[in-house]
């Protein structure tokens, strides 16, 4: 069974940066992608990054394009989100999600695991 664990969520103000960070356990994390998506209230879950693999692949969408950073330790199977000049629209919770597969995009349907949540608050 796969676990996926975010933390690192908090509230910071606007221009502000937070890391953060996706445990994962039970798949040999190497061998697949993870992104992060968020949701904010009232929205669809949205897409935010994603990184193949070995990490030497990156899709963003384009309204972090700049600002955010996805990353990956695969010897500590975590994944990581590096958000800097955050913006009050960034406000949602985010989570982290891994598919069945080396490579994936932005289509939430193409991820099989995914973490409980973490919030993060932008405030103005």
């Known amino acids: 069974q796969v676990q996926l664990v975010e933390s690192g969520g908090g509230l910071v103000q606007a221009g502000g940066s937070l890391r953060l960070s996706c445990a994962a356990s039970g798949r040999t994390f190497s061998r697949y992608a993870a992104a992060w998506f968020r949701q904010a209230p009232g929205k669809r879950r949205e897409f935010v990054a994603a990184?193949?693999?070995?990490?030497?692949?990156?899709l963003y969408a384009d309204s972090v394009k700049g600002r955010f950073t996805i990353s990956r330790d695969n010897v500590k199977n975590t994944v990581y989100l590096h958000m800097n000049s955050l913006k009050p629209e960034d406000t949602a919770v985010y989570y982290c999600?891994?598919?069945?597969?080396?490579?994936?995009?932005?289509?939430?349907?193409?991820?099989?695991?995914w973490g409980q949540g973490t919030q993060v608050t932008v405030s103005s």
């Open positions: 990184t193949s693999g070995t990490g030497g692949s990156t």
């Open positions: 999600a891994t598919a069945p597969r080396a490579v994936s995009g932005n289509y939430p349907g193409n991820y099989d695991y």
